[in-house]
């Protein structure tokens, strides 16, 4: 419920609508405050839609132009295993916010599972590993990836090396995505990817129900077995075995995944648009004064004080590059 509310600590619905990304969001709220049940609709996760829309980089195009020469590629998404050497954690752990037993697993599965990847780069020379860091790791030193640089069937993606590739272009180019526990095997599935999760010590911890949809393996033969069986047969059949739970996942995590969700979004902003209830507010007159100083602002950015706030210019920018990506497929 925190991650409802946020700051709102009197718990009052200040808008006459939330538009939620599942049924099963909507469902825990309501069972807790069944009162606001006709201010809360489901649209589905909008963000996702691009997966249907958007055309992403392929593998022949990626392998041109870096000037590499593999035809099978298989993605790895990392963890942020670095965060739980961190000391501040120690305060979290007092605050109960993360078990201990936790932490010290993923400690122990950080280095268990640099060596299953080190052992699989090493015995697949003929396969390309694209391996994606975190965007939140800081100590490098302490990710599964660490040295993994120099080999020559490595191709590193960091906040500091090939930063200008897009996650699902590296997903798009890959043959099979794998990693530890990680959001962007949802996103695979969405890109009609295979996937297969490694976790050396054991599976049942505290984590998203996205794991569900995957093999899971501990070692390094049984890693193995299933990249073999992959390249030899275009499947792995334990992955086509969880073919019906990973639809309840998508389900239960954005709804659809039929691209379609942004429109489910707007009929919902259209019925509040419409109400004739709200056509006569009358909006503070403190409203139209703050509107005027950004508008101001974003204008002197551009004009006079060019540069002087480069924030402002991040925005602007941030804004614009997803309005003309999204006008080539959604008409805006």
Same mark, same amino acid.
Do not use: A, C
């Given at each position: 419920?925190?991650?409802?509310?946020?700051?709102?600590?009197?718990?009052? $619905? =200040?808008? %006459?609508k939330i538009i939620l990304w599942s049924t099963r969001s909507k469902n825990h709220f309501l069972s807790a405050y069944p009162k606001f049940e006709e201010k809360i609709a489901v649209s589905g996760a909008t963000g996702f839609d691009r997966y249907k829309l958007f055309k992403f980089t392929n593998k022949t195009n990626f392998l041109n132009k870096h000037k590499l020469k593999y035809k099978k590629i298989i993605g790895i998404?990392?963890?942020?295993?670095? $965060? =739980?050497? %961190?000391?501040l954690l120690e305060q979290t752990i007092k605050l109960g916010a993360c078990p201990k037993e936790n932490i010290e697993l993923f400690q122990q599965d950080r280095f268990k599972l640099h060596e299953i990847y080190k052992k699989l780069i090493e015995n697949n020379k003929d396969i390309l590993f694209i391996l994606r860091y975190h965007p939140g790791t800081v100590n490098f030193e302490k990710n599964e990836f660490y040295g993994f640089e120099h080999y020559e069937n490595v191709f590193i993606s960091n906040s500091f090396t090939n930063t200008d590739i897009k996650i699902t272009d590296i997903i798009n180019i890959s043959d099979l995505w794998v990693a530890y526990e990680s959001t962007t095997i949802m996103e695979a599935w969405l890109l009609g990817k295979q996937t297969f999760l490694i976790n050396p010590t054991r599976s049942d911890f505290i984590r998203e129900n996205v794991h569900k949809g995957s093999p899971i393996v501990k070692t390094i033969e049984e890693a193995q077995k299933l990249i073999d069986e992959f390249f030899s047969t275009n499947t792995i059949k334990s992955f086509e075995d969880l073919k019906n739970i990973?639809?309840?996942?998508?389900?239960?995590?954005?709804?659809?995944?039929?691209?379609k969700n942004y429109q489910r979004a707007a009929r919902e902003i259209i019925k509040i648009l419409n109400n004739k209830e709200y056509k006569e507010i009358k909006f503070s007159f403190k409203i139209y004064i703050e509107a005027a100083k950004q508008i101001l602002k974003l204008f002197l950015s551009k004009t006079i004080l060019k540069n002087r706030w480069p924030e402002l210019k991040y925005k602007s920018n941030f804004a614009k590059?997803?309005?003309d990506m999204y006008s080539k497929?959604?008409?805006?």
């Open positions: 419920m925190p991650y409802f509310w946020g700051w709102n600590r009197d718990k009052k $619905l =200040y808008v %006459d998404g990392s963890f942020v295993f670095d $965060l =739980y050497f %961190d000391k990973r639809r309840q996942v998508i389900k239960d995590t954005i709804e659809h995944d039929d691209g590059k997803y309005q497929v959604i008409k805006i």
